[in-house]
T-cell receptor
């Protein structure tokens, strides 16, 4: 149980275009989902916390107008990278926790490799 | 400011021996710690966790030890298997307003040789 599905697994886009990444909790409800980013050989850095039905909370240094997050339901959160540039190329990973559980671990999707040309 | 640190970028171990991965943290508000395993181009997979009220948690071949006074935790894998070869991330979070926000270490690449 507790499967998080992330789509697409990889995407290549041209500079200036926008890309949407979906994160779904397949067999559980997630009030909160988290979006992380990982650069090569570096740690996972939290970008934002996505709360169902409300605005996302962004970490310091993350542009909210560039990384649009929507959490429209208890099983779906989306991250849209707007006007992508080559420096946005990275590995984006979403995670979710089962609704109502505090000390249960986060479950991660398989990530999306974004390459902006 | 790196609040969770894994100072060993890599570790090489012989199959059957013990693997010990270390992690240090600086934020005394952290009250829950986790270890994740990650393969390239995949998301992290949860391995084992420990609450700050405990000093040891065991699950099969995996044991996590927590030393709160030293702000240090370690993951022991016994016996190590070639399939354990991956990147291991230590992560932590605090309750309250930081609920659910994991802070990750830099990761340690474990290689288990047959």
């Amino acid at each position: 149980g507790a499967v998080v599905s992330q789509h697409p697994s990889w995407v290549i886009c041209k500079s200036g275009t926008s890309v949407k990444i979906e994160c779904r909790s397949l067999d559980f409800q997630a009030t909160t989902m988290f979006w992380y980013r990982q650069f090569p050989k570096q740690s996972l850095m939290l970008m934002a916390t996505s709360n169902e039905g409300s605005k996302a909370t962004y970490e310091q240094g993350v542009e909210k107008d560039k990384f649009l997050i929507n959490h429209a339901s208890l099983t779906l959160s989306t991250l849209t990278v707007t006007s992508a540039h080559p420096e946005d190329s990275s590995f984006y990973i979403c995670s979710a926790r089962v609704k109502g559980s505090y000390n249960s671990p986060l479950h991660f999707g398989n990530g999306t490799r974004l390459t902006v040309t | 400011d790196q609040q969770v640190k894994q100072n060993s970028p890599s570790l090489s171990v012989q199959e059957g021996r013990i693997s010990i991965l270390n992690c240090d943290y600086t934020n005394s508000m952290f009250d829950y710690f986790l270890w994740y395993k990650k393969y390239p181009a995949e998301g992290p997979t949860f391995l084992i966790s420990i609450s700050s009220i405990k000093d040891k948690n065991e699950d099969g071949r995996f044991t996590v030890f927590l030393n709160k006074s030293a702000k240090h935790l370690s993951l022991h894998i016994v016996p190590s298997q070639p399939g354990d070869s991956a990147v291991y991330f230590c992560a932590a979070y605090a309750g309250g307003t930081s609920y659910g926000k994991l802070t990750f270490g830099q990761g340690t690449i474990l290689t288990v040789h047959p």
